[in-house]
Each structure stands twice: as C-alpha cells, then as structure tokens.
C-alpha cells in the first residue's frame, strides 16, 4: 500500500532572546541591530510626530516584557526567528500609523472628533453603543462627576473631546486614547490592573481616575497598544501561522494567508474588528505601511541568508474545536470560531464540520 503522506513540518522551539545590549529597544540584540541600521523613527515619520517617540515606543517594549506580556519572541533560530521578531514589529508599527491619524500618522492620542457631533466623546460607533456602557466586568467605575478635556486633536476637528458633568457629555471620559485607541471602562481598567499598576515607574498614575494619564505620558501612549497586541492579536489562532508562513515563503502576502488574511491584513482585522477574517478600516493604508516598513528593514538586513520554504498548514477544524472541546463546527470569520452545531448541515450552511 502507498504510504501515507509524511505531516507538514512544524516550527522548531522558540530558543532564548540573544542578550540585551546597552541603548537597544528590545533587548534582543540581534533585532536591535537590524531596527538601528533601519532607522524606523524615520522610515515610520516618528521623528516628525509631536505626539510619540520612537523612545516611547521601545520602554513600552521593555515595560511589557518586566510585566510578562512580551512581543512574541519568534520560533526556530537565526535569520528565521529574528524575521518573525522583525516582522510583528513592522505590522505593529504599521497598524499603529494607521489607528493614530490615517493618511496623517501619529498625529492623534486622543480620539478625533471625525463625526462632527457635540456626544462623540460618547461613542461614534456605527451601531451607536455609547463608551461608557463597556463595562463588562473588571470595568473601572463611571463617575458623572468626572470632567476632563483632550490632550490632543486633530486640526480638523471641532475641537478636542470633553467630558463635562451636567451636560449631554456628563460620564462620558472614556473615548480612545493612544497608539491603539483603548476604549470603554473595562478595556482602562484591564490595562490598569494588569500592566500600569505593576509598573513601578508608574506608580502615581490610575487610570480609573484618569484615563487622559494615556496621553499624558510618553510610555503610556503606547502601552495600550502593546497590551492589546501582546493579549489578543498574538493570542489569536492565526497568529503565529501566518507569521510563521509569512517569513517562510520570503516576506511574501499571499504566502502568509491563513483563514482568508495575509499576516497583516489578519493583524489589521484583529485591531480594528476583533477577529482575524475581517477587513479592517484603511486596510490598503495600513499595507502600505507595513511594506514601507518591512522594505527598510530588508534593506538593513532581515532575512539575509534566510532559506525560503513552503509553508506550513494552519490548525484544523479539529486541532482548533474538537480537541479543546469547544465545539463541533468551525466558522473562520467569528471571533470565537466554535461552537455546537445540532447537525452537520447546519454547521456546513456557515462553516466546516469538525465532527
């Protein structure tokens, strides 16, 4: 009989950072020295921001790695591993450029007025949810006498939002801040207990009592935005595959794709969306970043000596739901893709049958 055919190859184990050395961004000085030769503050117009610093950017890194919640660390050794690390970088980066001022990046801590409404500081959600109704517990407390104004907003905005007692805006002081925008009382207080309050270098600053404190100093402006990469983005099931495959097949797009996204286009539905298969807002801006990025980086060194492969399959309907018991039906585009179908049928009418 034929044999069977052998099971695609598997990502070797993520072997330790190289040690840190002095002034570098990450610690891992194998990927300092590429993001130095690269010049990112530039390439990104970082150096051109009034609002973040490329300095920011890197304590936050190291911030998050003293509270365990580190940039993913790459798989494999050499040229590979020091891509993928290189890789996460860019698509941060990129999508951060976007989230902070569109076409105009890093103009915007604090989220602009783009409605032209006197509640924007309320919510301008599509579906009209107000920001201060996100309390799914932990939340911080929503306090009608809270007041507080914008540090920052865009020249053609009204003005910057306000949060005032007694007026339509009374409670709602709980709008987007930062490199990511973090929104709502749960998302401030989960960054609050389970980053700022660990640090001790931030020690004065509760975000429950002010959640402006995110644009009122340098690190914070990015932490949000690495608290949300590091406990969702990475986390997601796509994550490390499309990486991974990213890197592989030579930094290439369409060899990355996993469950119907590229590796930064499913990093863009992630931020914008909350799940991998979604197109996100300014999705050919964000890509755009990404590639100006990941050229400068190619052109300082990443993937010098790297050996292009085929890529590797992503987990299937069964690694994914049968195995961890979450369900009998996969569906790619739902956040939480598994569930309990009562029939095969009706699974297969939305998604793939695990069985």
């Not at 609002?51 to 660390?73: H, N, R």
């Not at 409605?115 to 799914?136: M, N, P, V």
Request: charged fraction near 15%; hydrophobic fraction near 30%; charge should be negative.
């Amino acid at each position: 009989p034929t044999p069977p055919p052998a099971p695609p190859p598997t990502p070797p184990p993520t072997p330790p950072p190289s040690p840190p050395s002095p002034g570098s961004c990450t610690g891992d000085s194998a990927v300092d020295a590429i993001l130095s030769q690269a010049n990112l503050e530039s390439v990104t117009d970082l150096s051109q921001s009034a609002v973040y610093t490329w300095e920011g950017f890197c304590q936050a890194i190291k911030a998050m790695q003293s509270v365990d919640k580190p940039l993913f660390a790459g798989t494999g050794e050499g040229a590979m591993r020091v891509a993928q690390v290189l890789s996460n970088i860019a698509s941060l980066l990129a999508q951060c450029m976007w989230e902070s001022g569109g076409d105009a990046p890093w103009i915007a801590c604090d989220e602009n007025n783009y409605r032209g409404t006197t509640t924007a500081a309320c919510t301008q959600r599509s579906d009209g949810q107000r920001y201060d109704s996100l309390t799914s517990p932990p939340a911080c407390e929503v306090k009608a006498d809270m007041q507080m104004t914008a540090e920052t907003y865009a020249s053609w905005a009204p003005g910057p939002l306000k949060c005032e007692p007694g007026t339509v805006t009374e409670g709602c002081c709980w709008w987007g801040r930062g490199a990511i925008q973090t929104t709502g009382p749960h998302n401030y207080k989960m960054l609050q207990d389970e980053v700022v309050s660990e640090l001790p270098s931030l020690a004065n600053i509760d975000l429950c009592e002010n959640p402006e404190a995110i644009c009122q100093n340098e690190q914070l402006k990015w932490l949000g935005a690495l608290y949300y990469w590091t406990s969702v983005v990475q986390t997601s099931l796509q994550f490390e595959t499309s990486l991974y495959n990213y890197v592989a097949t030579g930094f290439d797009d369409t060899g990355s794709m996993v469950d119907g996204a590229s590796f930064n286009d499913g990093t863009g539905g992630m931020v914008n969306n909350g799940y991998w298969g979604a197109q996100a807002h300014g999705n050919t801006g964000r890509t755009e970043y990404f590639h100006n990025i990941i050229s400068a980086l190619k052109l300082a060194g990443m993937g010098e000596g790297l050996e292009i492969s085929e890529p590797i399959q992503p987990p299937g309907c069964s690694e994914i739901c049968s195995e961890e018991g979450t369900g009998n039906c996969y569906v790619v585009t739902w956040a939480v893709p598994c569930f309990y179908a009562a029939t095969q049928s009706e699974c297969e009418a939305l998604g793939e049958w695990c069985g």
